[in-house]
């Protein structure tokens, strides 16, 4: 299998469709993640017209999950009854085929949280959306470019890595995208809200090279747009959200910055 | 017993007396509700002058109930300890008599919180908040007004059924409250904030029909006014805060529209 | 040990002090709170420059207090196992001698809470923050500024006591803070956010009358800065995360008022 290294237009064509496909099924997307981040997730997803789902209990999670069309798992909540959720989410996922992503938040902090986001990779997730640091707790390495690529390779997913670039990967292809701004990483849940949209893009659209590249984009683009309106981190916030709900194809063929 | 459906100006006036009276006594409302949805009805009822609280410990929750003038139950947060909670909670009100509303939400997602439902409308909750998808994974049956007004009466409550147009029905009067905007559907939390105010306003009027229509006219006058000065989903959850602060009797009855 | 009570030059000094330290050392800040409050809290701490981290689990909050370089315990999450996550952190605080905040939220409505609050006093917090209703339920007395000052005393730590004008004491010195705006009541979780910023104060201060002092000065003058640009408690709430974020040396010591 060899897919070229897509050129600029392509990515960004692709995030138009995903964006696109997203305003027009509002597919439903569910997510576990932690009490911080669930207002926050939920109304980024409802600004990019999809319809989220929260609950984390394990006697309901899997009727929430089968009944949805992407699952988002956060680690950012983590005791004794959510590993059981999220158990019994992944497996439900794995039986529909639904694709999903893991959110491996604070592995650095906790040798738990870092063993545990291991066995959920061994469950094949989709994509994996964490920061450097992140990975460099859970695959033990650097992040270089090679090293992220070696790691999604080995694993059969497409890694998103967040930072002042973000890198997309699959093994095969890999993408920068370089749209963002310093305010993302001053409001609590931004990472969370981006993995909730790597969730929704792999809801409608089957490359996860490309859903993780769009979710990116459209995050980035409208973090820059929001920048624009905001005061500062609280007025940013609030403007994220409305950008995402006000993009459209051509606010991304103007601003979407993408290399390889 | 015969209520005649109240004309326009009563239903008006009578919320006009519920807000005055929330202003003046600032009446406790305690919420057991999704952690999605707790910190927006918390900043929603303040805006209106109540002072919730939101406790969800089985240890706890019957003092809170106890000290507050009203109840709201969501059923978003529905684990063991929850529903243990949920217990605590309702046959504390029904000793002390405090009318408390039930928000089914999301049960038609989910088998067990639909039987636990029904489970709740037995113990004789003074309103009902809802969906149309809601109701009929509760009632068994469409939402033509003829059927919730039915199901009103057999279960002695009132409903206030959200909608494009809210339906208020309590087996003997019927009311449209025809306020609102489309953007109220583009916030998380905008229903289980509604249905705090119909328990903040049944602490305040003893009349669940009146309760529950004033309810619906403030949210929706408020969020008509909030649209106005909004950009997009995230800028109005920030505005209908501030339009709840500011709802005033000159307000609500220059924008009210409400229809037997 | 004798300090005289610190001139008004004296304490803004201090509190620009430790602004700029926050800014430039960005410490870690695990905070232990409700689920209503954290989304705001985290936020306020990454306004100023702070790391927040908010697990509740008992399996991991010892890795990440450990991690942190203060700690922040509000009792409005109240079950058996927030108890639980409450003991293994404040005893991780004890071990690393890391100084620790403890918020009694609410104990005035639970008896339980109440005894459960006294026993964390007396495991040593550096500081207590709290309004009036609380200090009553903990210390069974007024608060008179004697009571206050002898409770410090007493327990060896300061107090921060929140009202109309907020009152600092620790048995030695006194202080009254006399920013603030009353659209600070009307959010929720806005006390919570406040005791994190005394944590925070707390990580690159060893005074802790001094850092308590500071973390008041500095919310009370960013709800009055955020209060000129706002229209009610909705974007209150989000001016004043703007107002932390862009506060700086100058503004504090232009609109700072303190008094002994």
Do not use: Y
Not at 71 to 89: C, H, K, P, Q, Y
């Amino acid at each position: 299998m060899h897919h070229p290294t897509p050129a600029r237009d392509d990515a960004i064509e692709a995030a138009c469709g995903v964006l696109q496909r997203l305003r027009a099924t509002r597919p439903r997307v569910h997510c576990i993640t932690n009490t911080v981040a669930q207002n926050f997730t939920a109304n980024a997803l409802l600004a990019m017209g999809c319809v989220p789902s929260m609950t984390l209990a394990p006697e309901e999670v899997a009727a929430f999950v089968t009944g949805a069309q992407a699952l988002m798992v956060n680690l950012g909540t983590f005791d004794a009854e959510r590993r059981a959720s999220i158990d019994i989410a992944v497996r439900a996922a794995a039986e529909r085929k639904l694709p999903w992503v893991l959110d491996p938040v604070f592995i650095d902090r906790s040798a738990e949280r870092a063993a545990f986001a291991r066995q959920l990779v061994a469950l094949r997730p989709a994509a994996l959306r964490l920061n450097a640091t992140e990975f460099a707790a859970l695959g033990g390495t650097e992040t270089a470019p090679g090293t992220v690529a070696a790691f999604a390779r080995a694993n059969k997913l497409a890694i998103a890595l967040s930072g002042e670039t973000d890198l997309v990967a699959d093994g095969v292809r890999t993408l920068r995208a370089e749209n963002g701004h310093p305010l993302m990483a001053r409001v609590t849940a931004m990472g969370c809200a981006a993995s909730a949209l790597v969730a929704a893009s792999l809801a409608v659209e089957a490359d996860a090279f490309c859903a993780a590249a769009a979710a990116l984009i459209v995050i980035g683009v409208a973090g820059e747009r929001a920048a624009t309106k905001a005061r500062g981190p609280g007025s940013f916030a609030v403007a994220i959200l409305d950008a995402l709900d006000s993009l459209d194809d051509e606010t991304l063929r103007r601003h979407a910055r993408v290399a390889p």
